[in-house]
């Protein structure tokens, strides 16, 4: 472990987890009746140690950088777009614009390896380790150093934000690759199982960019060291995320996860650090192929179901209201005692 | 067909849903990467009639009523947490009251039929045809009359609330019992397969449950036109909800629908009006039994699958700011020219 990482303590607390579940049996409703939502409320009791959570300050963090690989035609779209939907992610137009307004999400984008100089921004944390990873089918996408430097990146920028929850989502043309990269290697996987259209390729498109993988894996194929992995295949701001995770979970945050990208770095993370996994909510099952196994693997489900495969951290934010809810429902419901409801026959 | 139903326009307007698609596809985002929400954004498009749909106002409804077949012993509760359960919407304390704080939403509950009579409120509308349904084992539910006036009841209902979206959900012990009936009678399915634990039957409820459905649906064997078998077979609050999905669709509102109950409603209302389903929204697939069977005979999908099961619109409650999502989404994100992305390579 090249770093000094946080430490992140498991939710094993089984008096709090029976006031919980006591609590929730308690509320005017059937037990069980409000299914996946009191298994939510559960563990947002749990870390935040209460019958009476309540989330303050939301962030919603989109890292973002750009990919040597790309430039191998593994993308539907040019890597300027990366830069280009950054400025649209602070201009307010991008759907996670959109969707960080209607629920007064805090939006912060972070530049962790972006093709582009930018003006400085409020909304914008630099963070730019390189202009780019290195095309991973011919040296490492990164060097060691520069993966350490990203994973504390990460850490650093969820300490210097507020709030007690963090929405994670990444943009980064080429990014669904490094992914897919990952989830094999570090799932021993067959590469075509986890490589999906991305942004949108099409037949021929997909097999291209399965074509290329097998080369890059072939190229790192003595990359197996969980740090030699991540330098080798992954990517800056996957990188970061992870690091972020990590941080935002030994501060006991709630981790929302958004799609495959962002679970290739929670997977990754939780090699190191199983724990992390206990804070994580899972915001949805995205349409990109290798995610539902991602999920599988890690024996958790999404929230939503809804053939998302947009990334911008938009699925974190489309699922934040049933997780707000959930935390409401278990402060603000009221007991059969308390309403005066009888209870069962 | 007893009485006058309100004319219901078809959702088919191919000029429009061309620039709709146009629309849609111009927007900074891989064309079809925010799944369904852009085909939810797409039908509300079509019944505002407008790129730029904006929801104002939106009311949930809990249409609420005792059933004469609750003493059979077919519910975990007591018929009294009918009354209980609507002092409990209206003080605040319910999971439903909760989500529409947290939601902004307008909620009245409507006394369809309560074996309770109220002190007047302000969010409780009296629509009380008789203090319950008679019991189905030995008589129709409801009289012929009785089924229409609550049907005319359920369109007032909505004609005299603002806003251009309703949220329609409902409590009444004994009520997943009369959806079963309806599923099972108006779609010729077994009644085994439409009969679930309701709010938490154990095995032997539930058998016994089945057992008093079948002596139901024997006692009532030749009612099979469709007034007939709602009268015989329903509830006064399903009819009113079944009312309130006509009326609403008529005005051009979003009908959001939620759960079994509400669905057995939009069952019965769509095969005198089919028009009606080109207006609903299915928030939810609920764990009970039989709603799956329901939304597969509509050709729907829930948006949400939860593993919910507890009425009182909680689960259109818990799918609605997908639904404001979809619509802001349309509305306020920038396109490919205005934002300066580029397109695909």
């Not at 969707?99 to 914008?124: E, K, T, Y």
């Not at 490492?140 to 990203?150: G, I, K, N, Y």
Request: proline share 4%; with cysteine.
């Amino acid at each position: 472990m090249p770093i000094n990482l946080p430490a992140i303590e498991p939710l094993y607390q089984p008096v709090l987890q029976a006031q919980l579940q006591s609590c929730l049996d308690c509320k005017t409703k059937p037990v069980g009746s409000l299914g996946k939502i009191e298994t939510l409320a559960m563990q947002i009791g749990l870390i935040q140690q209460t019958c009476t959570p309540h989330f303050k300050l939301p962030q919603l963090l989109v890292f973002a950088a750009d990919h040597g690989l790309a430039c191998e035609g593994i993308s539907a779209y040019p890597s300027e777009v990366t830069w280009q939907m950054v400025e649209n992610f602070l201009s307010g137009g991008a759907a996670v614009s959109v969707l960080a307004r209607q629920h007064q999400l805090a939006l912060s984008v972070v530049d962790a390896g972006i093709d582009h100089s930018f003006a400085p921004r409020l909304q914008l944390l630099n963070h730019k380790i390189a202009f780019a990873t290195v095309n991973s089918l011919h040296h490492p996408a990164m060097t060691l150093a520069q993966c350490e430097q990203a994973v504390q990146a990460g850490g650093e920028v969820v300490r210097s934000l507020p709030g007690n929850v963090v929405l994670l989502g990444e943009m980064g043309i080429g990014n669904s690759a490094s992914a897919a990269l990952l989830l094999a290697r570090l799932t021993h996987t067959d590469i075509a199982l986890c490589t999906g259209r991305g942004t949108g390729l099409d037949d021929a498109g997909l097999a291209r960019k399965r074509a290329v993988l097998v080369r890059v894996l072939e190229r790192h194929r003595y990359a197996t060291e969980h740090w030699d992995v991540m330098a080798c295949l992954g990517g800056l701001e996957i990188a970061m995320l992870a690091g972020a995770a990590l941080q935002a979970a030994s501060e006991r945050r709630v981790v929302v996860v958004d799609g495959f990208i962002a679970g290739s770095a929670l997977l990754w993370a939780a090699q190191l650090c199983p724990a992390v996994l206990d804070y994580c909510v899972w915001s949805h099952t995205s349409a990109e192929t290798g995610h539902l196994h991602l999920l599988k693997i890690l024996q958790v489900q999404g929230l939503l179901d809804l053939g998302l495969r947009l990334g911008e951290a938009s699925g974190a934010a489309l699922a934040w209201p049933l997780i707000e809810s959930a935390a409401l429902l278990l402060t603000e419901m009221a007991s059969f005692g308390s309403a005066g409801v009888a209870g069962r026959s």
